[in-house]
């Protein structure tokens, strides 16, 4: 207990950084209140972007200034704001209190947490809207971020700072390819040779009972106690759900600063641009294609742009961003999804055929595309890929011919098995990420002719129980894939043997 | 008539801050009553804009601070007010800016500060 001495020396100091000057106050009236959005007149000296406070202490940031009035979009519930209340600004950009105590919390866009936790006090105050690091700054993407799904890694490899869009209909596992890349990120928390990835997860209008299931998939993989979730669900306002990848972003530079890399992944932008289109109508902002704002390009563009990989100099950190974007009937040249496609450094697209056909991953090679990763690929990978992804475009083109006629000559007919056999080495089921080693000896096994003489429909079990025996017998020759090197012809021998081993036990 | 333009003529109504009866009386005879009602609003709005009120603690205060006040508040119409709460000092409000020199909002600073 302190004693009244101490208490009235901890006065004293506080009264000590007291700075009694006049203080200037810049007011206005409420005159309208449309759906959360606020006209007020007054506030003549206020900025945009800035927080104001309601006189029943709500609070509310600066969208618009015209002439006599300015719009304001509540940042809460609060419907009880009507007519002559006063407001008055605070000097403040809306920004976010930010310390390593987030991680492993659910919170809103404004920090308030949504899981019992108590609010973050201490901390660094985080802008929301910041301007990304400029080009001096960064330096290419080098240092791959591993997904943990073989198809992802090997066709369409994602570095530390790019941006990839995962894009698709609805229903077709975009949100699962994201929870499992952060799942995967475990093993670089867990492992002395990697630099830890931390993850963000920022779901925008989803279903509060969408976002409990995601929260709890993170706590059973052991996800949670390096993730942050940003929630701003379908009942929330429309201004939480423009706020929350800012939020996000927020969060993300405040480690990036420290120099540790992040992974941060928007789920979903497309409603994100909905909540923007809503909130730009309600302030009579001329409507352009399909009633989205002109500004809707920059919306977009200014968040991706802040993922980012830094040079040395100023800390190595980065920022890896997954947007997600969910199409209408696989349409690709929709306004939003083409807008986000130029904005990123590639896109995954899922494909609605194949996910009924039991491909899962069910990812179109052919539409999908990595403008960056392949640089940030290891060796290991990249000795496996090329082959492979050859191998998939000639089965492709092949399968497409062999429809129109019975009798294929034998060359041919290998080529189809080939290929059909490392589709089915590329499906994995949900949550299973695999490490880069198991990842390779996979595709190894379709690439090299190994699992050419097995049924199609044994492929998969073979897979798995060669994992296993691996694991077991050769758990010497996994570590020494898991350095990410360029197998040598004495490693691939040592392969094929273990393979024949195997094959004599497997039934 | 437009917005713009009505706006322009409650702007013209005004001579040194303040109200000219016989330009307003003028300018309304050719309004109908929609464009009356926007009239009214500008017309209220640059009065208000025109206007300084002092709050005072004591009405004493008035003369001593009233020559102080014109001097930096030129052309603008100048009403003050007694309010006890201030304890002591003034508030001067300029349209949507205020300023406060008084003791209670010294003491409410000084208690946010120490509670935060």
Redesign the interface.
């Known amino acids: 207990m302190k004693t009244s001495d101490e208490i009235l020396k901890i006065?004293e100091k506080?009264?000590e950084?007291?700075d009694?000057r006049?203080?200037?106050?810049?007011?206005?009236i409420v005159e309208k209140n449309t759906d959360g959005v606020i006209v007020a007149?007054?506030?003549?000296?206020a900025q945009m972007g800035e927080q104001v406070e309601f006189d029943n202490k709500s609070q509310g940031v600066i969208l618009n200034l015209d002439e006599?009035s300015v719009s304001i979009i509540l940042l809460d519930n609060s419907s009880d704001i009507k007519q002559g209340d006063g407001v008055q600004t605070t000097g403040k950009l809306l920004s976010i209190n930010v310390s390593e105590e987030l991680l492993s919390c659910v919170i809103n866009p404004l920090g308030t947490p949504l899981d019992g936790k108590n609010k973050l006090n201490k901390g660094k105050l985080m802008p929301l809207e910041k301007i990304a690091a400029g080009v001096i700054e960064r330096e290419p993407v080098n240092t791959p971020l591993k997904t943990g799904i073989k198809a992802i890694d090997a066709m369409i490899p994602i570095g530390r700072g790019q941006r990839e869009l995962i894009i698709g209909d609805r229903g077709t596992g975009k949100t699962a390819i994201a929870i499992d890349t952060i799942i995967n990120q475990r093993q670089t928390h867990l492992s002395k040779n990697e630099k830890p990835v931390y993850c963000i997860y920022v779901a925008i209008g989803q279903k509060q009972s969408t976002i409990a299931q995601v929260v709890e998939r993170l706590k059973e993989a052991g996800a949670l106690e390096y993730t942050i979730v940003i929630a701003a669900s379908a009942s929330d306002p429309a201004s939480l759900l423009y706020l929350a990848p800012y939020a996000g972003v927020s969060i993300a530079e405040y480690f990036m600063e420290k120099g540790k890399d992040v992974l941060i992944v928007y789920d979903d932008l497309t409603k994100h641009a909905w909540a923007y289109r809503q909130i730009s109508l309600i302030l009579r902002r001329p409507a352009g294609r399909e009633a989205y704002p002109g500004d809707i390009f920059y919306l977009h563009s200014r968040l991706l742009e802040r993922a980012v990989k830094l040079n040395k100099k100023n800390g190595g950190g980065s920022i890896t961003a997954l947007p997600i974007i969910e199409t209408q009937a696989n349409d690709l040249s929709a306004y939003i999804p083409t807008n986000v496609i130029s904005i990123t450094d590639g896109q995954i697209f899922f494909l609605t055929d194949l996910f009924y056909s039991g491909i899962r991953p069910a990812i179109d090679a052919g539409n999908s595309v990595s403008r960056v990763g392949g640089a940030a690929q290891t060796s290991l990978i990249k000795s496996v890929a090329g082959k492979m992804r050859l191998e998939l475009a000639q089965y492709n083109n092949l399968a497409a011919f062999s429809q129109f006629g019975s009798e294929l000559d034998e060359a041919t007919a290998n080529q189809l098995e080939r290929g059909r056999k490392t589709i089915e080495i590329l499906k994995q089921p949900q949550y299973k990420p695999l490490s880069e080693s198991l990842e390779f000896l996979s595709i190894w096994l379709a690439t090299s002719g190994q699992i050419d003489d097995l049924k199609l429909e044994d492929t998969q079990r073979f897979e798995t129980e060669y994992h296993d025996f691996m694991k077991r017998k050769y758990s010497k020759v996994i570590d020494e894939l898991s350095k990410g090197e360029k197998p040598n012809e004495d490693m691939l021998k040592k392969l094929e043997k273990t393979v024949i081993e195997f094959k004599k036990m497997f039934k | 008539m437009n917005t713009k333009l009505i706006k322009k003529l409650a702007g013209h109504c005004f001579k040194n801050g303040i109200m000219d009866e016989a330009k307003v009386q003028k300018t309304a005879k050719y309004l109908n009553k929609k464009q009356l009602k926007e009239f009214i609003k500008f017309l209220r709005?640059i009065d208000k804009k025109n206007t300084v009120t002092i709050f005072v603690s004591d009405k004493k205060m008035e003369e001593l601070i009233d020559k102080k006040i014109k001097d930096s508040f030129r052309n603008k119409k100048i009403i003050v007010k007694e309010d006890k709460d201030l304890i002591a000092g003034i508030r001067i409000e300029d349209?949507?800016?205020?300023?406060?020199?008084s003791l209670e909002?010294?003491i409410n600073?000084?208690i946010n500060?120490?509670n935060n």
């Open positions: 006065l506080k009264l950084t007291f009694n006049v203080s200037v106050r810049n007011t206005g007149s007054g506030l003549s000296n006599d | 709005l349209y949507d800016n205020i300023y406060e020199y909002s010294s600073n000084m500060h120490i």
